[in-house]
Structure formats: C-alpha cells, structure tokens
C-alpha cells in the first residue's frame, strides 16, 4: 500500500501533467490514501484530482496540524464535506448543516477528522471556556509534543501557549 502527501500547490501540478497526458498510463491503483495539508484543502482541486487521476472518491485524508506542535494533530479516515450555513456561524458562532443545494449562503468545509494518538483537541470561547459540539471558537490542542513556549517571547505576551495545562490555542 502506498500513500502520498501533498498540498494545494502538488495537486496543481499534477492537475497540469493530467492536462496534457493521457492519465490512464499511471497506475495509482495500489495508492491507499493521498494525505493533504499544510494549508486550506482545496475541495475544488481534490474533486478534479480524483476525476483526472480515476481514483476513488474517498482517497483523501485531510489533516490539521500546527509547526508549534507535531506536523498532524488530526487526521480524517476519508473524504467528507460539510456545509454550514453562514449566516449561523456569522451571527450565532454555530456550525448548522445545510443542504448545499437549498441554501446560497452555504459554506462548504472539509471534515479534518478527530485526534491522533496522545492529542487532545477542544474548542474554546474567549474566555477560555470549554464550548459544545457546533459551537465556533479558538483549538486549543493539548500533548506532550506541544512546545512550551516562543523563543524570547513571555507566554503571557504570546496568548497562545497555556502553561497551566500545557495547552497551545491555534487562531
């Protein structure tokens, strides 16, 4: 089994090479997943990706990840978009599903899955209070891999790094 990891930019490039060659002459049929990252997926390019490259619609496995921390703190098992309405998450900081297709002011989002192994992930409000599930804040992610801190920088000045529970806040 072989896996691949890319960005937006690799997914371009082959897209590019797709364009002008006749793709059937790869064989990606023993590619078990193609890990993106390091940026905002692009629905758009991995959608065209999968249909240029005849792969299976759930190739992909976003992943979430921070310089701060280890290179992946989440990771999905496969390719799920969401789409919440703007409007709730503009007015009521909520995540409300809607179908793509009934509303214009949908927001399509790919799913970034859950934590890997020894990650603790939550979703805080401004007050440092843990939120409930939908509910939109800051990602506080918690490990023994999380740095303690910026190099010459006081945390209190940083607002990112949370020594009393060795927490790092991601905005």
């Known amino acids: ?6 960005n937006n ?9 797709a364009a002008k060659v006749d793709t059937h002459m790869f064989d990606l049929s023993h590619l078990a997943a193609i890990y993106i990252g390091a940026e905002k997926p692009s629905i758009k390019l991995m959608k065209a990706f999968i249909t240029a490259y005849h792969l ?12 701060e921390t280890v290179l992946t703190v989440a990771s999905s098992q496969g ?13 009521h ?11 214009e002011e949908g927001i399509s989002l790919l799913e970034h899955g859950g934590p890997v192994t020894n990650i603790t992930i939550g979703i805080f409000d401004e007050k440092n209070q843990l939120l409930e599930e939908n509910e939109i ?13 910026y190099c010459n920088i006081k945390n209190d000045e940083s607002a990112v790094f949370f020594p009393m529970d060795g927490s790092l806040r991601a905005t």
Do not use: H, P, W
């Open 56 to 67: 299976k619609e759930n190739i992909f496995r976003a992943g979430y990840g921070m310089s």
């Open 137 to 149: 804040g800051s990602i506080r992610i918690k490990s023994a891999t999380v740095f303690k801190g």
């Open 9 to 17: 930019l690799g997914l371009e490039i082959l897209l590019q090479l």
């Open 93 to 103: 900081n909520k995540a409300v599903d809607v179908k793509e297709e009934d509303d």
């Open 79 to 91: 390719f799920e978009i969401l789409c919440i309405s703007r409007k709730e998450m503009g007015e």
């Open 1 to 6: 089994m072989t896996r691949l990891c890319t």
